[in-house]
């Protein structure tokens, strides 16, 4: 039984609820952070403090609400060459030939400023800002960064030695004020090159450090403490790629961190945040409806539907590219059936799920307690919990999943450069 929850049961004080709130959900959210903003806890703490349940409710449902329909903007901007529309394709999740790829080649590809929605969160937008350095540039790349205020965010991306252009658009991005990341593509070329010319000196770490360090002590002269990501957008589990995912998760204002839970799967981190973030919003939402139904002729809940479960377990695993287009893909590019892939997925028998004891025992023991304190409808508890613990069982489950799916492709890849 949820702790917060017993506090309203038993005592049915909200006010305490004021300052514990705050401390329990802190232990609910994921290591890059919660999705409710602080002016969100401010409203919950204030209408807890007024005994006013409702507007706590009220004020959950908003800031879920929010989340859901958050807008991200990503500009993307670099040398030509640099890797710029290969790198959007990486954090769209889609393949370099894909119908709806950004266009990758050996020549210029990007010539105008050009959108890139995630192909399953169109709301989330990827800018390929065009490359300098060709005949066919802006003379001025500043007009670039200056021409549009709604970008949340910058990516510097680079692939040699740190440039001028480097550093002027640094510059030009701290001087307006925004946020940028500065990311070193091509390292598994400059590290397959480096051990052709130095086979018996090379060492992929001291290589890998001089790369960074380069980018580092430049970039130190326009800001304080920078960061550089050093990533492969051909091996994006290798490298720096999980990490800066995280931190472009943990940067962002709270509620645009949901957006991002189609980002894909580069790591068994990044699977545990994305499951965190899941669980913290179906503990919000079943925190909301628990308050209203102590208020007479409130619903508690709305029955236990399995079609529309079934439907929510495919949400989880469209979440977790694990759907069935996503699984289809991750079959084509290991060269196996996708029965192979769906052999790894216990999540592929929702049967199973749906009938797992341990989950009817919970829901047996909430209902039960939960009905004996406040003389709630035994149906409507017991229906209201079976739905929130199987959808937690599901979350699990789809996660378990997507990290056994993530070392089959981890397993079939080849020997890594040492």
């Known amino acids: ?149 709604n970008y949340d965010f910058f990516i510097i991306i680079s692939s040699s030695r740190f440039s001028a252009n480097d550093a002027f658009l640094a510059q030009k991005i701290q001087e307006k004020g925004k946020k940028f990341y500065f990311v070193r593509t091509k390292v598994d070329s400059d590290l397959y090159n480096e051990k052709k010319s130095k086979p018996r000196s090379f060492k992929k770490e001291t290589v890998l450090q001089q790369i960074r360090d380069n980018c580092l002590v430049n970039l130190s002269k326009i800001v304080s403490e920078p960061t550089v990501f050093l990533v492969s957008n051909f091996e994006p589990k290798e490298f720096d790629f999980p990490k800066l995912q995280e931190t472009l998760l943990q940067d962002l204002p709270a509620e645009k961190r949901y957006i991002t839970l189609l980002l894909p799967n580069l790591s068994e981190t990044f699977i545990e945040v994305k499951k965190a973030l899941i669980k913290e919003k179906l503990w919000l939402k079943a925190f909301g409806k628990a308050l209203l139904a102590f208020f007479p002729m409130t619903p508690f809940c709305c029955g236990f539907n399995l079609s529309e479960q079934k439907r929510h377990l495919k949400d989880y695993q469209r979440y977790f590219g694990l759907d069935k287009e996503s699984v289809s893909q991750i079959a084509q590019n290991l060269g196996i059936s996708e029965q192979e892939i769906y052999s790894l997925m216990k999540s592929a028998d929702f049967n199973s799920l749906v009938k797992d004891d341990s989950i009817i025992a919970n829901v047996k023991k909430c209902a039960e307690y939960i009905c004996s304190v406040t003389g709630l409808i035994p149906s409507s508890v017991f229906q209201f919990y079976k739905a929130y613990f199987l959808h937690l069982k599901f979350v699990d489950t789809v996660a378990e999943d997507a990290k056994r799916v993530l070392a089959k492709i981890e397993e079939m890849k080849p020997d890594r450069m040492e």
């Open 1 to 149: 039984m949820d702790p917060l929850l017993l506090d309203i049961i038993k005592k049915n004080d909200f006010g305490q609820l004021a300052s514990k709130f705050p401390s329990y959900y802190q232990t609910l959210v994921s290591k890059v952070g919660g999705i409710l903003s602080q002016v969100s806890l401010k409203r919950i703490q204030k209408g807890f403090e007024k005994g006013q349940p409702k507007e706590v409710a009220d004020e959950i449902e908003r800031a879920l609400q929010s989340a859901e329909n958050a807008a991200l903007n990503v500009a993307v901007i670099g040398q030509s060459g640099s890797g710029k529309s290969s790198f959007i394709n990486v954090l769209r999740g889609i393949g370099h030939e894909q119908a709806g790829s950004a266009s990758v080649g050996v020549v210029p590809t990007t010539t105008k400023k050009t959108p890139y929605p995630h192909p399953k969160r169109p709301n989330m937008i990827f800018w390929d800002l065009p490359g300098t350095g060709t005949p066919e540039s802006n003379p001025d790349p500043y007009q670039e960064v200056v021409g549009d205020d």
